[in-house]
């Protein structure tokens, strides 16, 4: 349970937590928040213990919404949860706040600007017991601390980023990240459903032009890193670079076997991204063929 002193917890946030069988992870990731007086969990009917054990929590609300597409379920919890704060921290219910980011948010919410509408982090991303930080890409900034009335979630299958209306500043302090707490099967099921819609994703940005090489050198992290992904999809042999890149150029070895083994794992997700690229493009091709056939055959009116 973070340790902030009650001076600070008068000047709380909201935090809200999007659920779906997360009995394993929920109840340290609310203990941590014990800072925040409204935790907003939006939950997507989970059949597990989640609920149970959320509202256990004294400082805890929960909505259900059937999930349909990511970024229609992030903007519903942005815009369809009615919070007692004009701030709100997004955490993922496998991540953790420690003390010293609980202190920060807490500070950094008294002291912003007004023109300032957004704040990004960057995390400590762990497996099998350590650090994970070559192989991670670290630093990875992500946009967790938000005026949910001047952000909103691009329209995209996955990986969405918020679309920011005002300054975007940083903070100093890292959540930590605890993607393999429920184990190995949760995280290859998890990244099974990812890998189709970033692949359906990747035939809607293939069916345009190349992205701009401009974003590459763009002063805003998260652009960068947008351009990058985007252009991977134009890429044979994902697996295989993203392994390189990971291991070899970001120093991926010095985190030992469990930097090996990460590696080898995003690898092969890219591998299952690039499979399921060619296979939607094969089924619209064939698709395609069909109706021009059935089209050519039909006689002239």
């Not at 329209?155 to 980023?161: A, M, S, Y």
């Not at 300054?167 to 990244?191: M, P």
């Amino acid at each position: 349970m973070n340790d902030v002193p009650n001076a600070l917890q008068a000047a709380s946030h909201s935090v809200v937590i999007l659920t779906r069988n997360e009995e394993h992870n929920i109840a340290e990731c609310l203990r941590e928040l014990s800072f925040s007086d409204d935790v907003v969990v939006v939950d997507s009917f989970s059949t597990d213990r989640t609920l149970e054990i959320a509202t256990s929590f004294p400082n805890v609300r929960v909505y259900q919404r059937e999930f349909d597409t990511e970024y229609k379920q992030r903007n519903f919890a942005l815009h369809g949860v009615e919070y007692k704060h004009d701030w709100v921290y997004i955490c993922d219910a496998d991540e953790r706040v420690p003390t010293d980011l609980a202190r920060e948010l807490i500070e950094t919410i008294r002291t912003a600007p007004a023109d300032t509408a957004a704040y990004r982090l960057r995390y400590k991303n762990m497996y099998l017991g350590r650090w994970i930080k070559h192989a991670s890409s670290y630093p990875v900034w992500i946009i967790r601390l938000v005026r949910p009335r001047r952000v909103t979630y691009e329209v995209r299958e996955t990986n969405v980023h918020p679309i920011v209306e005002g300054a975007v500043g940083e903070l100093k302090s890292h959540f930590v990240h605890y993607s393999f707490n429920a184990g190995l099967a949760r995280w290859f099921t998890k990244h099974n459903y990812y890998s189709t819609r970033e692949a359906m994703e990747g035939v809607r940005i293939r069916q345009k032009r190349r992205p701009s090489l401009r974003s590459f050198w763009n002063r805003d992290p998260m652009v960068r890193r947008r351009a990058m992904k985007n252009w991977s999809y134009f890429l044979i042999g994902r697996g295989f670079f993203r392994f390189v890149h990971l291991y070899v150029v970001k120093l991926g070895f010095l985190d030992g076997a469990a930097g090996f083994h990460y590696c080898m794992m995003i690898a092969m997700y890219e591998y299952w991204i690039e499979l399921k690229m060619s296979e939607l493009e094969s089924n619209w091709q064939a698709a395609t063929n069909r109706t021009t056939t059935r089209l050519l055959a039909e006689p002239a009116t």
